[in-house]
């Protein structure tokens, strides 16, 4: 049995007819999605499981035949599958055209096949089945972003078109004006999706929303929720695991930013950080109740160009204060900078030491020890928040799951200490 299969996969008429066998696969699956959809909701729209297959089947019948006879027989194909797809709208009479424009698409990820562009054509439905099956989905994004959302992402999107080509790719005082700002598109980008997750969120429980509200920013988690607390004292226990939840998730946070710039970096930094997040997390389910309610966490969108330049100026300083106090003072200024910085932010020491790792100029256990100062400085501070803002009650509730989160830390750092000697 075995052996017949092997031949059956290494024969010719397998590799003769391969193209076709993908191809309808292929449009099979963007016809149940379709088939689905239309028991679903009832509605008559274009097409089911038999249209999509016989579309990609077209499409690579004509695909191949086009390379006997011309590409014009490719091209008839496709404008007499666009007039039948027309004639159907106008009979349907249906709002839309998701149906006709992912059945050209159909078409032509089976003539994609005949190519034997296998890959690109398997990527393609995929894409195309996740935007047909994620209506509900893209609409309900679409309903939680603001006109202004959009206008400060146009702003930011035109000002990195404009800009960007015009910075100097090269080093002042160890600063490149280029990878600076390169640094704010990818950590704006990061933080937006979490800014419109922790809007999504925000109808949901309070942990979920800390937890959400963590990949933007646990400082701004712990500011909106402490005083809550104060007009909710009977919820103090969701708002404390919401607080402790949210400044857990900055640990695998940090060690995303760093694998960006080095890999290497955060293959280490991995360890101490799933250690501080696990022990945050179980402290922030002891914490939490079954009762339901709901909270909203007041950040800002990180699209903003103001908020932008201000990352890209707070980074670029970071990065010029350690690198020179780097040479200066040895690893003890860095610690002094990683420390000063974590009060604001931990996003621009982060990245800045993971540059420092990769050009050599910073050793393993120094970029750790200096990344988790930081985070552990923020930590503290985040710590003190609950006091000022939330009253000694959630400073008591939390204490566990900041000590926690601290000992994780120094934990860690002991583990690499042992393991690098």
């Known amino acids: 049995m075995v052996e017949w299969i092997r031949e059956l996969i290494n024969s010719e008429t397998l590799h ?12 099979g699956l963007l016809g149940v999605e379709r088939e689905f959809k239309k028991q679903r909701e009832g509605t008559p729209t274009f097409g089911g499981i038999r249209t999509y297959t016989l579309i990609s089947l077209l499409g690579t019948l004509t695909a191949q035949l086009a390379g006997v006879y011309g590409s014009s027989v490719l091209a008839v194909a496709l404008a007499s599958l666009a007039a039948l797809l027309v004639v159907a709208q106008f009979f349907e009479k249906t709002p839309g055209l998701t149906s006709e ?16 562009e296998f890959q690109t054509a398997a990527a393609l439905s995929v894409a195309v089945l996740f935007i047909l099956s994620a209506k509900e989905q893209m609409h309900e994004f679409v309903r939680h972003v603001t006109l202004e959302d959009l206008f400060a992402f146009l702003k930011f999107a035109a000002v990195t078109v404009i800009i960007y080509p015009l910075l100097p790719d090269k080093n002042f005082y160890g600063v490149n004006p280029r990878e600076v700002w390169t640094m704010v598109v990818v950590i ?15 109808e949901r429980g ?13 400082t701004a988690v712990t500011a909106t929720f402490s005083p809550l607390v104060r007009a909710n004292p009977t919820l103090i226990s969701e708002y404390g695991a919401g607080i402790v939840g949210a400044s857990a998730i900055m640990f695998p946070r940090m060690t995303f930013l760093a694998g960006i710039v080095s890999l290497d970096f955060a293959k280490f930094l991995l360890i101490p950080s799933a250690i501080a997040f696990s022990l945050g997390i179980f402290s922030a389910y002891q914490l939490t109740k079954r009762k339901k309610s709901r909270a909203e966490v007041s950040v800002n969108n990180p699209y903003e160009l103001s908020n932008a330049i201000k990352f890209g100026l707070f980074y670029a300083f970071i990065l010029f204060l350690s690198r020179n106090s780097l040479k200066l003072f040895g690893d003890y200024g860095l610690y002094v900078v990683a420390a000063i910085s974590g009060l604001s932010d931990v996003d621009a020491i982060t990245l800045s030491v993971s540059k420092l790792f990769s050009s050599g ?10 990344v988790l100062l930081s985070a552990t400085v923020n930590t503290l501070f985040k710590w003190f928040l609950t006091l000022s803002m939330g009253g000694k009650e959630l400073f008591r509730t ?11 830390e120094i934990t860690g750092i002991g583990i690499l200490w042992v393991v690098l000697r």
Do not use: H, M, N
């Open 188 to 202: 704006s980008t990061i933080d937006f999706l979490g800014y419109v997750l922790t809007k999504l969120a925000g």
């Open 206 to 218: 309070i942990v979920v929303t800390g937890l959400i509200g963590g990949l933007v920013s646990s």
């Open 16 to 27: 003769l007819y391969q193209p076709y066998i993908i191809s309808l696969i292929l449009g």
């Open 361 to 370: 100029e910073v050793s393993l256990i120094s970029a750790i020890v200096a």
């Open 398 to 408: 939390t204490a566990p799951g900041f000590i926690l989160l601290i000992a994780g």
């Open 101 to 116: 424009v992912s059945a050209l698409l159909t078409f032509s990820i089976g003539a994609t096949c005949t190519l034997r």
